[in-house]
């Protein structure tokens, strides 16, 4: 019962979160983290570092994730399942209808509405990640010189990120040696 109900709670939230993964993160930590109380807080952040990193869809990697952590394999297995059938469904029912509404001028301002708030609901999901990730000022620094790289220089994420775990075990390794 327990991996059906979170099945159920993954399915509504792929079935009423728009616009992919990242806006579903601060729904899920809802859920999962403040309402159900099956992760803390730094568990959950923990967990979308690792989903982040790992290829794929964000709202794959983190159902999966968050699914495994709390009951196992099936857990991951019914997270997964809630959390991207929605969409499938959905995918399939809009593809069969869109081709004939894809010039209408409603569907299209439908869609330009829809963006400023996905905007903002991915903006809510890092302001909330950065609060609770309780950084210090190095730690700052690194996110400050990540996001800088990764923008303006347009390296690939999985380098940056690279280079922030050499940073880290650096700076330990020379504290450590002090």
Do not use: W
Request: charged letters at 15%.
């Amino acid at each position: 019962m327990k991996i059906l109900n979170l099945f159920i709670t993954f399915f509504k939230i792929g079935a009423f979160t728009l616009g992919g993964g990242f806006p579903m993160l601060p729904i899920i930590e809802r859920e999962i983290v403040t309402k159900k109380k099956l992760m803390t807080d730094e568990e959950y952040i923990d967990s979308i570092s690792l989903a982040q990193t790992a290829p794929g869809p964000i709202a794959a990697n983190i159902s999966i994730l968050v699914g495994y952590r709390i009951y196992g394999f099936l857990g991951a297995l019914a997270a997964f399942l809630g959390a991207v059938l929605p969409s499938f469904i959905i995918i399939l029912v809009i593809s069969h209808f869109f081709m004939g509404v894809q010039d209408n001028t409603y569907v299209q301002a439908a869609f330009k509405g829809v963006r400023p708030v996905v905007c903002a609901l991915v903006f809510a999901a890092l302001v909330g990640l950065v609060e609770k990730a309780h950084l210090n000022k190095f730690e700052y620094a690194i996110s400050a010189l990540a996001f800088l790289i990764v923008v303006f220089l347009d390296v690939n994420p999985i380098f940056v990120i690279i280079g922030g775990v050499v940073i880290a075990l650096s700076k330990d390794k020379f504290i450590k040696n002090k």
